[in-house]
């Protein structure tokens, strides 16, 4: 999808007008469009080509909320910066708060920690900046979260997050969504995972991700799925697109922590009215420990208010990813034991029933797509020919979550010189085979 036919989907959710995009020169830092989405009561900024809409702060926030945790920009300011020329500013704006965070946390007992915190961000964002054509998106995502900012895990949450049992459950069903399933909405899509499968499968689908982290949307715009387009925006406001725009929608590990849970539903019924729609990693808080504002699984189908609902646990549509079957070939797991026994559920309303209709056939598996590379969860630990790897779980907190890892991974792999030098020329072979089943090598986005 291109830029213009991005920009004609979304409405100003105030009015509900058509927004016309008005373009500034890109500044020296910048890598896509800038400038300013208007219609007849409002104006909104366009960042590194990112729209940003609605009434939100630009900062830091918990991942099991949506509080802020630091006081950012407003889409108000950085459209007034936009329109004075200050393009860099505005980026700067943008993602400095996460460096300030960094030591405003570190530098607790200091009382001039707030000034040198804005200094210190402003310094390393522009330093980013102006490396950041040689940087790839892992470099980025630890330095943002190492272990003395906002928080180790959730930059291991990204970087490791290829091979998750919740990742392989989404791509379960993601990889059913047939060609006529375009374009797709990705709601909290993150640093586009997802996005990236979807775009550069070989039967591609265009999709929009949308995000209320704009440092999260800025990674997969430039480093992970550039082919797809993001917006920054509070889904829980309402969704700024104009109706029926969308054949499908995937909401992945996200939708348990929504407010206002029944005003989103009626949103995505009315951009996506007859559609497919993936509801992954969904909580269920009758088995601890809870996050968010969890429901019981009766409550979410309430929710969505699809009685033909397929529901499935995220074990079992890893186990269908790991044996390479499509999990709507066989009979559901009934409500009742989804109910009692599993933490995660997925929830899939697919009223045309086009995923059984017209299942995906590409022949490359979801986490081959990209270049062949070694799984970010394997660690060198002998650099010699043969080399050897070993599987390491970045932090107890991940190892708690993710532990059904072990039982797909082996524990240590040795790999020659002749499967290192097809890796290297991404040749898949018989030889390398079985480090792909096992997810010792995964496909990865070429700036990852």
């Known amino acids: 999808m291109n830029t213009d036919n991005f920009f004609s989907m979304l409405r100003c959710p105030k009015c509900f007008g058509a927004l016309q995009i008005e373009v500034v020169p890109l500044p020296e830092f910048g890598r896509n469009i800038f400038g300013t989405l208007q219609c007849d009561c409002s104006k909104y900024p366009v960042i590194d080509g990112i729209p940003i809409i609605g009434p939100l702060q ?10 802020n ?27 400095a708060p996460l460096i300030e965070a960094r030591w405003i946390t570190k530098m607790r007992a200091f009382p001039g920690r707030w000034k040198i915190a804005k200094l210190y961000g402003r310094l390393k964002t522009k330093k980013i900046l102006a490396n950041r054509d040689i940087l790839c998106a892992q470099d980025i995502l630890r330095f943002y979260f190492n272990s003395d900012s906002l928080g180790q895990e959730l930059g291991d949450y990204f970087v ?36 990236h499968y979807l775009t550069s499968r070989q039967v591609s689908v265009d999709v929009v991700g949308i995000d209320m982290c704009f440092f999260q949307l800025w990674i997969a715009k430039h480093w992970v ?12 406001n309402g969704l700024p697109f104009a109706s ?3 054949k499908s929608a995937i909401v992945s ?42 429901g019981t699984l009766q409550q979410y189908l309430d929710e969505i208010g699809d009685d033909a ?29 989804l109910s009692k026994e599993s933490k995660w559920f997925s929830i899939i309303s697919d009223p045309s029933h086009e995923i059984l209709a017209k299942p995906n056939t590409d022949f490359c598996r979801p986490h081959l797509v990209g270049s062949i590379s070694i799984n970010p969860i394997y660690k060198l630990i002998s650099q010699s020919v043969p080399t050897r790897y070993r599987f390491e779980f970045p932090g107890i907190w991940y ?34 085979q079985g480090y792909i089943d096992s997810f010792v090598l995964v496909g990865l986005p070429e700036r990852y």
């Open 58 to 67: 630009i900062a830091p926030f918990n991942h099991m909320g949506e509080n």
């Open 69 to 95: 945790t630091f006081d950012g920009t407003t889409p108000d300011e950085l459209v007034e910066l936009v329109i004075k020329g200050k393009q860099t500013e505005a980026l700067i704006r943008c993602l």
């Open 160 to 195: 490791h997050r290829v091979t998750q049992p919740r990742h392989l459950a989404a791509l379960a069903l993601a990889e059913q969504m047939p060609r006529n399933s375009s374009p797709v909405l990705d709601v909290a899509c993150g640093v586009g995972h997802l996005d």
């Open 225 to 236: 799925a550039p082919r797809s387009n993001y917006l920054c925006c509070n889904v829980t």
């Open 244 to 246: 029926g725009v969308f």
């Open 253 to 294: 590990d996200a939708y348990h922590l929504f407010k206002n849970r029944n005003v989103f539903v009626a949103e995505l019924n009315r951009v996506s009215p007859k559609g497919i729609k993936i509801f992954t990693r969904v909580g269920n808080k009758l088995v601890m420990p809870n996050e968010g504002d969890e």
């Open 309 to 337: 609902c397929v529901t499935f646990s995220e074990g079992e549509l890893v186990r269908y990813y790991i044996c390479n079957t499509n999990p709507f070939g066989d009979a559901p797991s009934s409500h009742g034991v």
């Open 399 to 432: 190892a708690y979550e993710n532990h059904q890892m072990l039982e797909y991974h082996p524990r240590t792999v040795t790999l020659t010189e002749d499967v290192l030098e097809k890796i290297s020329k991404n040749v898949t072979d018989d030889a390398v």
